[in-house]
């Protein structure tokens, strides 16, 4: 089920929130409104942390991650490097990554097994995303954009592009990624798909301003029609499935 959410009065959630299926990060608010509504949603399953990097309340656009690691740029304090490790599991990896594109958020875009990156993100810090996140690294550009986490959401059952994607280009995106996509917006036509949304395998929150015909593309793409409890043993299969195939290979 997909969930409209505001951070203060901006719709452009996916700036001050990140999901994924082993936790969800929040920026600080003024009020507590924001948070409470990730924790009720989701507290049951995975934790809900208040987060800061580089004493900025944009978590969503300066890290990325997975269930098995979390990004950080190279901004970020040692403090806040400490509390993301004591928040959050022990089977996630933190990371700060000393790369120029520093906004991790719109240059990169991944679930449990492969990424997206900007084309010019250097070397050694494609090396770390595969390392750390333990996924394939593919550099690519979406519908024209080169900021691929600004205009393309994925998770591990389905994903989201930039609507001026060709059939023909999503159509390899889908191979690439191993799962279906569909050219999409937020916000009432936004294509700024990871400013206004955020998803993992089980849950999705949008900003205020979607459409009810938009939440149900959201919804349908990602498989979100069943409880948590469901998707994420669907999830698990998946995982389960992949990981058998990829030893049968190698």
């Known amino acids: 089920?997909?969930?409209?959410?505001?951070?203060?009065?901006?719709?452009?959630?996916?700036?001050?929130?990140?999901?994924t299926n082993a936790y969800c990060l929040t920026g600080i608010n003024?009020?507590?409104?924001?948070?409470?509504l990730f924790e009720s949603s989701l507290s049951q399953h995975i934790p809900v942390v208040h987060a800061t990097v580089a004493g900025c309340r944009f978590v969503g656009r300066t890290t990325a991650g997975n269930r098995r690691g979390l990004l950080v740029p190279s901004t970020a304090t040692d403090v806040e490097l400490a509390h993301l490790r004591n928040s959050?599991?022990?089977s996630v990896v933190v990371q700060r990554v000393e790369e120029r594109l520093s906004a991790l958020g719109n240059i990169i875009s991944c679930n449990d097994h492969v990424a997206l990156v900007h084309p010019d993100v250097d070397r050694e810090t494609e090396d770390v995303i595969g390392d750390v996140l333990g996924v394939e690294v593919f550099r690519q550009i979406v519908g024209g954009q080169a900021l691929v986490g600004s205009y393309c959401k994925f998770t591990n059952l389905g994903g989201m592009v930039h609507p001026?994607?060709?059939?023909?280009?999503?159509?390899?995106?889908?191979?690439?990624?191993?799962?279906?996509?569909?050219?999409?917006?937020?916000?009432?036509?936004?294509?700024?798909?990871?400013?206004g949304l955020i998803v993992n395998d089980w849950s999705a929150f949008v900003g205020l301003d979607t459409?009810?015909?938009?939440?149900?593309?959201?919804e349908n793409i990602f498989r979100l029609s069943g409880g948590a409890g469901q998707?994420?043993?669907?999830?698990?299969?998946?995982?389960?499935?992949?990981?058998?195939?990829?030893d049968q290979l190698s």
């Open 231 to 246: 998707q994420g043993q669907q999830s698990n299969i998946v995982t389960n499935m992949r990981s058998s195939l990829i």
């Open 211 to 218: 459409t009810s015909t938009e939440i149900s593309v959201i």
């Open 1 to 19: 089920m997909a969930t409209r959410a505001s951070f203060e009065n901006t719709n452009e959630i996916g700036v001050f929130a990140s999901l």
């Open 30 to 36: 003024r009020s507590e409104n924001f948070y409470s």
């Open 88 to 90: 959050l599991p022990d």
């Open 164 to 195: 001026r994607t060709t059939v023909e280009d999503i159509e390899e995106l889908s191979s690439l990624l191993q799962v279906p996509l569909v050219a999409g917006t937020v916000n009432r036509g936004s294509d700024v798909l990871g400013g």
